[in-house]
C-alpha cells in the first residue's frame, strides 16, 4: 500500500517568511507518531498541509498515493482533537451528544434541517464511549467532566466519522499531573488496539510520548531534524540540539524518556 500521506520536498512561504523548507515524510497507514519542536519550528504549518488545510508554496504531497485536487473528502476523514476544541463544546451538551457531533463535525449538537441524530446514531454514539471504556460519561455535560475526561469523549466524537488518521494537537496542555499520566496511559491502550487509524500527536513534553508511539518527527526552524524510530530519535543529543538548551540526562523509565533539565 502507498503511504497514507507522503510529503516529497515541500516548501511553505508566508509573505517574505519561509516557515518550512524542503520537508519530506511519510506516513504510513496504522502507524502513530509524536511530532516534537520548539514554537515556530513549523509543526503547525506541516499538520495542516499534510491535513490538507493549506497548500504547499512548492514540493508535492500524496494521499494514498494521490495528488489529490478537491481535499474537502479528505479533510472530513481526519479526527482533530485539541484543547482549543474542548473551549468550543458547548458545557450543557451530554457526553453522547458531544460524540454524536462527530459524525458532522458540528461543535455543540444544533438540530438542523440538514442534520437530526437518528437513534442509530446515538446508540453508535454509546458504543464508542463503551468501546474506550467511557459508557459511565454519556449522560454527564461536558461541562462537569475533567480534563481527561473530556479529551476521552473528543476521542469518541474523532471516531464517529470513521477517521483513517487521529490528530492530537497538545491534548495534555493544562492538565495536573494525575489527570495528564492517567490520560496518558488511557491513551496508549487506545492507539496499542489492532485495525486502528494513524495518529499524530503533537506535543511539547517528551515524557507524553508513549511506548505506543513507536516514531518521533523533531522539527527546527522550518525543517525536520531527525524523524525515525522514537527510540533513535528522542536521544539526549537530539533534544539538546532541537531546544538548544542542555539535559543533565535523558533517563528512561516505564518504556519512556523523562528529560532532566541541567542546572542554569
Known amino acids: 500500500m502507498p503511504p497514507l500521506i507522503d510529503i516529497q520536498h515541500v516548501d511553505y512561504t508566508q509573505g517574505t517568511t519561509k516557515i518550512l523548507r524542503d520537508v519530506s515524510w511519510q506516513l504510513d497507514a496504522g502507524a502513530h507518531w509524536a511530532v516534537l519542536g520548539p514554537n515556530g519550528s513549523g509543526k503547525t504549518t506541516l499538520l495542516k498541509i499534510a ?3 493549506i497548500w504547499p508554496s512548492s514540493g508535492c504531497v500524496l494521499r494514498g498515493g494521490e495528488e489529490l485536487i478537491d481535499l474537502r473528502e479528505w479533510r472530513k476523514r ?6 482549543e476544541l474542548v473551549t468550543q463544546v458547548p458545557k450543557k451538551d451530554t457526553a453522547v451528544e ?4 462527530g459524525r458532522t463535525a458540528q461543535v455543540g449538537l444544533r438540530y438542523l434541517p440538514t442534520f ?19 459508557a459511565a460519561l454519556a449522560d454527564k455535560p461536558f461541562g462537569v467532566l475533567s480534563q481527561g475526561e473530556r479529551q476521552q469523549v473528543l476521542f469518541a466524537r474523532a471516531t464517529m466519522a470513521e477517521p483513517v488518521l487521529l490528530v492530537l494537537d ?5 492538565m495536573d499531573p494525575g489527570v495528564r499520566e492517567r490520560f496518558l496511559h488511557w491513551l496508549d491502550a487506545q492507539l496499542a488496539q489492532p485495525d486502528g487509524p494513524s495518529t499524530l500527536f503533537v506535543t ?3 515524557e507524553e ?20 524510530a522514537t527510540s533513535e530519535v528522542v536521544t539526549q543529543a537530539i533534544i539538546e540540539s532541537a531546544y538548544e538548551i542542555q539535559l543533565a540526562e535523558l533517563r528512561e523509565s516505564g518504556r519512556r524518556r523523562w528529560p532532566i533539565w541541567a542546572e542554569s
Open 116 to 134: 437530526h441524530p437518528t437513534e442509530a446514531e446515538f446508540a453508535e454514539a454509546h458504543e464508542r464511549l463503551e468501546a474506550i471504556g467511557c
Open 98 to 101: 458531544t460524540v454524536v457531533t
Open 204 to 206: 511539547h513534553h517528551v
Open 78 to 83: 481526519i479526527g482533530w482533537i485539541s484543547s
Open 170 to 174: 497538545e491534548p495534555c496542555a493544562g
Open 209 to 228: 510520548i508513549m511506548p505506543s508511539v513507536e516514531r518521533t518527527l523533531i522539527m527546527r526552524e522550518g525543517t525536520i531534524v531527525e524523524q525515525g
Open 51 to 53: 491535513c490538507g488545510y
